[in-house]
Nanobody, 119 residues
Framework: VQLQASGGGLVQAGGSLRLSCVASGSIFSINDMNWYRQAPGKQRELVATSTSGGGTNYADSVKGRFTTSRDNAKNTVYLQMNSLKPEDTAVYYC??????????????WGQGTLVTVSS
């Protein structure tokens, strides 16, 4: 199984970016799909969660600005980031809880994509 994240880049404050993360390989089922970020010198933090039931959760710092969605047919999760702030600068990672066979569940991490927001 591989997770391929993309969509990062350099953007001015107030701008937008859309991140994507595709899960590929022998996937039996996918449960929650998450986005984390890690800024320089800081711990990795959970930014957004998309549950298999269609629910979403967000960190307080991004509520109202970020939206996560998923395309189950494509095993893909997205993170639409609007009204970006310099403090959103970080490496963004996707994290997916999936099964490669019945009952064989574990979490997988993508390689990270860098988002830089200039002031």
């Amino acid at each position: 199984v591989q997770l391929q994240a993309s969509g990062g880049g350099l953007v001015q404050a107030g701008g937008s970016l859309r991140l994507s993360c595709v899960a590929s390989g022998s996937i039996f089922s996918i449960n929650d799909m998450n986005w984390y970020r890690q800024a320089p010198g800081k711990q990795r933090e959970l930014v957004a969660t998309s549950t298999s039931g269609g629910g979403t959760n967000y960190a307080d710092s991004v509520k109202g600005r970020f939206t996560t969605s998923r395309d189950n047919a494509k095993n893909t999760v997205y993170l639409q980031m609007n009204s970006l702030k310099p403090e959103d600068t970080a490496v963004y990672y996707c994290n997916v809880y999936l099964a490669v066979g019945a009952g064989n569940w574990r979490r997988y991490w993508g390689q990270g994509t860098l988002v830089t927001v200039s002031s």
